[in-house]
């Protein structure tokens, strides 16, 4: 099994970056692709980005191009989603998510192991 935890969320104003971190613990040893999700109020969950075990493939949902990075350190089990130049759109909370064998990184029911999740207000 692997635990998955979420940090770095909060509120902030538009303009502004925030850096997610999330931490694996647990079978840490398989090779885990990581994703980042988040799902807005009133809305159902989207895709965001995510990042393959040794990070040579990285994709990100349209939305998010251009503003948004993710990356990965595995000596420290953990993975980061930075957002840049944020709007009231990135409002939601941010979940991370970790698969073995993913073949579509975009595709959440392909991962098997989720956070609690981390809130992020975007004021305008």
């Known amino acids: 099994q692997v635990q998955l935890v979420e940090s770095g969320g909060g509120l902030v104003q538009a303009g502004a970056s925030v850096r997610l971190a999330c931490v694996a613990s647990?079978?840490?040893?398989?090779?885990?692709?990581m994703g980042w999700f988040r799902r807005a109020p009133g809305k159902e969950r989207e895709f965001v980005a995510a990042?393959?075990?040794?990070?040579?493939?990285?994709t990100y949902a349209d939305s998010v191009k251009g503003r948004f990075t993710i990356s990965r350190d595995n000596n420290k089990n953990t993975a980061y989603l930075e957002i840049h130049s944020a709007t009231p759109e990135d409002t939601a909370a941010y979940y991370c998510?970790?698969?073995?064998?993913?073949?579509?990184?975009?595709?959440?029911?392909?991962?098997?192991?989720w956070g609690q999740g981390t809130q992020v207000a975007i004021s305008s």
């Open positions: 998510a970790g698969g073995v064998g993913v073949r579509n990184l975009a595709r959440g029911e392909e991962y098997d192991y």
């Open positions: 990042i393959s075990w040794f990070g040579a493939t990285k």
């Open positions: 647990g079978r840490t040893s398989n090779p885990l692709a």
